[in-house]
């Protein structure tokens, strides 16, 4: 059996890395890899929004239960993935 020796972080203490969208394929920002993640792999903000309105409306969440879906997928907003944007008007 092979054993990988990754350090172990605390989340908000791990080195940001270059992250591709995982939704899209484009520049999801420098973020803490997710463990959740396939290594390089990350959200960006308008996936993000995307993927959050899409559980709510298609999958009949709750929006808490859908960022609690959102965080154990893709990590904490800020620290693994980007922040859902806001709509403005």
């Known amino acids: ?3 990988i020796n990754a350090p172990i972080y605390t989340p908000g203490q791990a080195p940001k ?3 591709r969208c995982a939704c899209c394929g484009g ?14 792999w990350g ?6 929004r995307w ?10 969440m709750t929006p ?3 960022e609690a879906d959102m965080r154990r997928t893709y990590g904490e907003p800020g620290i693994n993935r980007a922040e859902p944007e806001r709509v403005t008007t």
């Open 43 to 48: 959200l960006c903000a308008p996936c993000a």
């Open 17 to 19: 890395v270059y992250l």
């Open 1 to 3: 059996m092979n054993t």
């Open 27 to 40: 520049f999801a920002g420098y973020f803490e890899q997710h463990w959740n993640q396939d290594l390089g």
């Open 51 to 60: 993927i959050a309105g899409r559980l709510v409306i298609r999958e009949r």
């Open 64 to 66: 808490t239960e859908a």
